[in-house]
T-cell receptor, first 115, second 116 residues
Framework: AQSVTQLDSQVPVFEEAPVELRCNYS??????LFWYVQYPNQGLQLLLK??????LVESINGFEAEFNKSQTSFHLRKPSVHISDTAEYFC?????????????FGPGTSLSVIP | GAGVSQSPSNKVTEKGKDVELRCDPI?????LYWYRQRLGQGLEFLIY????????KSGLPSDRFSAERTGESVSTLTIQRTQQEDSAVYLC??????????????FGPGTRLTVL
């Protein structure tokens, strides 16, 4: 069965500093990978996804994530964070082999940006 | 609106009562999911519906939990004889659910269930 590990439950970082949120998954097969974000008092929304092609994917608000097959990782990075990036971030994975669309979520990382 | 909607937004009930939560997915989305999110924790998968296929119920925590879906539209999650540990936000999501692929899930605002 798929599983997703997010090693850091909470990450405090100063405004304009870089940040990396770690995500590892357990799978020996091809996967799709996602990062979802949940801003305070809002619903979950997709931040970025890796389906195929380039292993580096970017979001519209400056985040990027790199798929590393050998390390089974999909870490999320941003070179300079803003106060508005404060949110809960969830890494998720689904199995390419399945004929349906089941996605497994990690436990989440709470990013707090300090002014 | 065109998003996923859930009702009620908040539900307070007494221990032992039954509750029914409703989810209206985005029109045309064949896949529908229910998750539970306890305070300060991640998403816990409950159940997955895909078109006319048998649902994946592997995440339901006990036989007090059940869910139904009418075709490719509305779904209801029912919790019988509620317990205090059932208190959580119940999230519904839908996606296009393309066979052999994986697409974005669109989440509803959730139902906050409090069991007294």
């Amino acid at each position: 069965a798929q599983s997703v590990t997010q090693l850091d439950s909470q990450v405090p970082v100063f405004e304009e500093a870089p940040v990396e949120l770690r995500c590892n998954y357990s799978s020996s097969v091809s996967v799709y990978l996602f990062w979802y974000v949940q801003y305070p008092n809002q619903g979950l929304q997709l931040l970025l996804k890796y389906l195929s092609g380039s292993t580096l994917v970017e979001s519209i608000n400056g985040f990027e994530a790199e798929f590393n097959k050998s390390q089974t990782s999909f870490h999320l990075r941003k070179p300079s964070v803003h106060i508005s990036d404060t949110a809960e971030y969830f890494c998720a994975v689904s199995d390419r082999r399945t004929s349906y669309d089941k996605v497994i979520f990690g436990p989440g990382t709470s990013l707090s940006v300090i002014p | 609106g065109a998003g996923v909607s859930q009702s009620p937004s908040n539900k307070v009930t007494e221990k032992g009562k039954d509750v029914e939560l409703r989810c209206d997915p985005i029109s045309g989305h064949t896949a529908l999911y229910w998750y539970r999110q306890r305070l300060g924790q991640g998403l816990e998968f409950l159940i997955y519906f895909q078109g006319n296929s048998a649902p994946d119920k592997s995440g339901l925590p006990s036989d007090r939990f059940s869910a139904e879906r009418t075709g490719e539209s509305v779904s209801t999650l029912t919790i019988q004889r509620t317990q205090q540990e059932d208190s959580a936000v119940y999230l519904c999501a839908s996606s296009l659910g393309l066979a052999g692929g994986s697409t974005e899930q669109f989440f509803g605002p959730g139902t906050r269930l409090t069991v007294l």
